[in-house]
């Protein structure tokens, strides 16, 4: 069984379609590339997906079980994570308290677990496991560091770090190599690998062709909300549709 997917969701604004009946699932263990020109609909579906759209038609199912309609707290407690295209940190605070925030899904506490003092245990294991996340992703050195003085690499990688404390089982990654130098791109590239073979899957929106030909087992184009191809990058490659709408002369 898939771990996603996507039946024939339709959205729309008013008259504005911006995705029309697109179909695709995810195999676990994937790392699925989501392309397309600007105003393709990536963005449209990674927010359906989130819970942050509702489909005006179809359905989206997670392990099987339909998350149309969730709000997006729900949907990230299920495992589903997303992270976002512009790198949101709070800027004057240390890369340790930043991935502490991911724990806000986990680490929920109440009156009667105050009073027995079981948040105290709650927040050890929060500040543990941020440590291992932090190790995971070569942030550990940096831990007291406050974000706004990390480079750009860093950066991505502390947003995935705080993705990473939440235990996903989805990530959703939304132009993680934006703006990189290649020197960046590669060692994100390397990141992204860790990270699938840690038994996540990944849904990865990208523009960095080199990025997305060599991270993804399959991709999915869209184009104007339509479904244009799918197939193994070397297969989407060498789609004339493909190449005229998006590739242009990367074949």
Same mark, same amino acid.
């Given at each position: 069984?898939?771990?996603?997917?996507?039946?024939?969701?339709?959205?729309?604004?008013?008259?504005?379609?911006?995705?029309?009946?697109?179909?695709?699932?995810?195999?676990?263990?994937?790392?699925?590339?989501?392309?397309?020109?600007?105003?393709?609909?990536?963005?449209?579906?990674?927010?359906?997906?989130?819970?942050?759209?509702?489909?005006?038609?179809?359905?989206?199912?997670?392990?099987?079980?339909?998350?149309?309609?969730?709000?997006?707290?729900?949907?990230?407690?299920?495992?589903?994570?997303?992270?976002?295209?512009?790198?949101?940190?709070?800027?004057?605070?240390?890369?340790?308290?930043?991935?502490?925030?991911?724990?806000?899904?986990?680490?929920?506490?109440?009156? *009667?677990?105050?009073? =027995?003092?079981?948040?105290?245990?709650?927040?050890?294991?929060?500040? $543990? +496991? #941020?440590? @291992?996340?932090?190790?995971?992703?070569?942030?550990?050195?940096?831990?007291?560091?406050?974000?706004?003085?990390?480079?750009?690499?860093?950066?991505?990688?502390?947003?995935?770090?705080?993705?990473?404390?939440?235990?996903?089982?989805?990530?959703?990654?939304?132009?993680?190599?934006?703006?990189?130098?290649?020197?960046?791109?590669?060692?994100?590239?390397?990141?992204?690998?860790?990270?699938?073979?840690?038994?996540?899957?990944?849904?990865?929106?990208?523009?960095?062709?080199?990025?997305?030909?060599?991270?993804?087992?399959?991709?999915?184009?869209?184009? *104007?909300?339509?479904? =244009?191809?799918?197939?193994?990058?070397?297969?989407?490659?060498?789609? $004339? +549709? #493909?190449? @005229?709408?998006?590739?242009?002369?990367?074949?």
């Amino acid at each position: 069984m898939p771990i996603l997917e996507v039946k024939n969701v339709t959205k729309q604004f008013g008259g504005l379609t911006a995705l029309d009946n697109i179909s695709f699932h995810v195999d676990e263990g994937e790392i699925r590339g989501l392309i397309g020109p600007n105003g393709a609909g990536k963005s449209t579906m990674f927010k359906n997906i989130a819970g942050f759209y509702k489909p005006t038609s179809g359905d989206i199912h997670y392990q099987g079980q339909s998350i149309s309609g969730r709000k997006p707290h729900q949907i990230a407690e299920m495992g589903i994570v997303r992270t976002f295209q512009e790198t949101t940190l709070f800027q004057e605070m240390t890369v340790f308290e930043n991935a502490l925030v991911g724990c806000h899904t986990r680490a929920r506490t109440d009156l *009667f677990s105050a009073i =027995l003092g079981l948040d105290k245990q709650k927040q050890r294991q929060a500040a $543990d +496991k #941020v440590m @291992e996340v932090l190790e995971f992703m070569g942030l550990s050195e940096r831990r007291d560091q406050l974000a706004s003085e990390l480079p750009l690499g860093s950066q991505r990688a502390l947003a995935i770090s705080i993705a990473l404390v939440s235990e996903p089982k989805l990530m959703l990654m939304d132009e993680p190599f934006a703006g990189m130098n290649p020197e960046e791109t590669n060692h994100m590239m390397e990141l992204t690998r860790k990270v699938r073979e840690s038994g996540i899957t990944i849904v990865l929106v990208e523009h960095d062709m080199k990025a997305v030909m060599g991270l993804c087992n399959y991709l999915t184009v869209l184009n *104007f909300g339509q479904l =244009l191809a799918q197939g193994t990058p070397e297969e989407v490659r060498s789609n $004339d +549709k #493909v190449i @005229e709408a998006y590739l242009g002369g990367a074949n």
